[in-house]
């Protein structure tokens, strides 16, 4: 038996435990909150290690934001774990139920998904995340992370591994695999007999090559190619804020905006406002044949419409129409999160519909797609498929259900 088949005969076992014992799970969340701020200096100490090999290896300074603990974020991450413990259980709630003509009464609940692997890279608060949402819903996880967050991950699931052995809990609910090398990945991916779901959580390589390649069901969360359309009718002003902020507030992950759409009526005088707010934090343009020839900035190529640059860089398109915003956003999103800034009621209808994608904002900055920012207190993943669940992940996108049917001797 391999190391990680060990973890998921001990996941299978701790999971129906948790399934059993909501009120040790209220317990052991409270715990885990109350152990991450104990624990904090230790956390950082091993989070100051990751940050130290990220700056040698040449990592980007924005990609080392996405990577960097301090105090506020440790604390932002056991408020996660309050806030989800704060919701009701969201195992054995009735969703439907009817008694047949022949007596039989058939009830339609809610039970734990079982095992949930997730693959990350390097964003340590997932740890926490990912760690607090399984619990609540009943489940097991096991998570594999980033080599370049091993110490950061390492030192919370301990920390959280504590707490929940200290609630009466077992351990083995979270578990982290030690290995960070390909391998491990691929042979997570083949763990059909102990994962009951595997969700991607990262780059589109790394998404990609889990839904290409797993035989373990994903439940496939997205890259953040987001856009946001300035139409004829948008405000200015409200454009320039919104972009500015869904651009530079954290360009590392994956609600910012990546690339801005301005309608041709309107663009000679919005696009050089836009531009200028968004040189106070040095974001590099990158335009089409329109906004080049009006503000000097990089052509963009083909490959930029498609990319997430997680980076301060934006590309840029004048475009004729709304549709022919639509049909860009259709070409080359990633399904994540769209915006329009528009007065036009119409116009923000017409987009709203039109656009396939997990979130579609009107006159609203992309960066509100998030768990705890819609009222989900945290998220394991934001999905951009449509079976199963869409958008931001909580509580209630990761239970199952099954029906639960009562007779009298009947038979057929």
Known sequence: MTALELMGRQAKIAARKINAESEKREKALNAMATALIENTDAILKANNEDLAAAKQNGMSEALQDRLRLTADRIKGMA???????????????????????????????????????????????????????????????????????????????????GAIKSAGLDENSVQLVQDTTRASATELMNLTEYLDVLIPRGGAGLI?????????????????????????????????????????????????????????????????????RLAEKNVELRGDERAVKLLDCIPAT??????????????????????????????????HSEAIITKNLKSSDYFTKNVDSACVYVNASTRFTDGGEMGLGAEIGISTQKLHARGPMGLEQIVSYKYIIHGDGQVR
């Open 79 to 161: 408020d996660g774990i309050l806030a989800v413990n704060s919701y009701n259980d969201p195992i054995g709630k009735i969703l439907d139920g009817r008694t047949l003509k022949n007596g039989l009464k058939i009830e339609r609940i809610t039970v734990p998904m079982g095992v949930i692997g997730i693959i990350y890279e390097a964003r340590p608060n997932v740890t926490s995340d990912a760690a607090a949402l399984c619990l609540k819903a009943g489940s097991a996880c096991i998570l594999r992370g980033g080599k370049e967050a091993f110490n950061s991950n390492n030192a919370i699931t301990e920390v959280l591994r």
């Open 208 to 276: 990609r090559a889990v839904v290409e390649n797993s035989k373990v069901p994903v439940i496939e969360t997205g890259a953040g190619n987001c856009h946001i359309y300035v139409d004829s009718d948008a405000d200015i002003d409200m454009a320039k804020e919104i972009v500015f902020n869904a651009k530079t507030s954290r360009p590392s992950v994956c609600n910012a905006a990546e690339k801005l759409l301005i309608h041709k009526d309107i663009y000679e005088k919005a696009l050089p406002i836009i531009a200028e």
């Open 302 to 335: 083909d490959d930029d419409w498609a990319t997430e640059y997680n980076d301060y860089i934006m590309s840029v398109k004048v475009v004729d129409s709304i549709d022919e915003a639509i049909d860009h956003i259709d070409r080359y999103s990633t399904r």
